[in-house]
């Protein structure tokens, strides 16, 4: 055997590099995505909150409503619209996450209605960045 060992499941560093930078862009959106949604009124009430079913990017109140807001983040289209990775399974687990994060916190839990909005950010290596909001998304 040489003095090389390799490591199983280990990524190669260009890899590494690739994963941090995805890791990155998504934070700089949800950042990005909480900003544009609180000029627009929703007012930010929890980030990456962690349920049992996993995570909420961001939860915000908006009139009158409790919203569990999924955000999208690409640099390019070359992978399709942000919105295309939200499937019905994901919208599913997203839904049953925002009942829990309003059973778990709001005072008023019967009479507050929650829904489900996605963003996507559309962050282009040229510059600019473009939002797209859907609201009352449903599986």
Not at 112 to 128: F, I, Q, S
Request: hydrophobic share 40%; net charge positive; glycine share 10%.
């Amino acid at each position: 055997m040489t003095g090389t060992a390799e490591r199983i499941g280990a990524q190669p560093p260009g890899d590494r590099r690739a994963s941090r930078a995805h890791t990155a862009l998504g934070r700089f959106g949800e950042d990005a995505a909480a900003r544009w949604l609180a000029e627009r009124g929703y007012v930010i009430a929890d980030r990456n909150w962690r349920g049992e079913a996993g995570e909420l990017d961001i939860v915000a109140h908006h009139a009158g409503w409790w919203v569990g807001v999924e955000v999208k983040t690409r640099s390019g289209l070359a992978f399709g619209d942000p919105f295309e990775s939200i499937d019905r399974r994901k919208l599913t687990r997203l839904h049953r996450l925002t009942a829990a994060w309003v059973r778990a916190h709001a005072a008023d839990r019967r009479g507050t209605p929650w829904r489900v909005d996605a963003v996507a950010v559309l962050v282009p290596r040229t510059g600019g960045i473009r939002f797209d909001l859907l609201q009352d998304v449903r599986p």
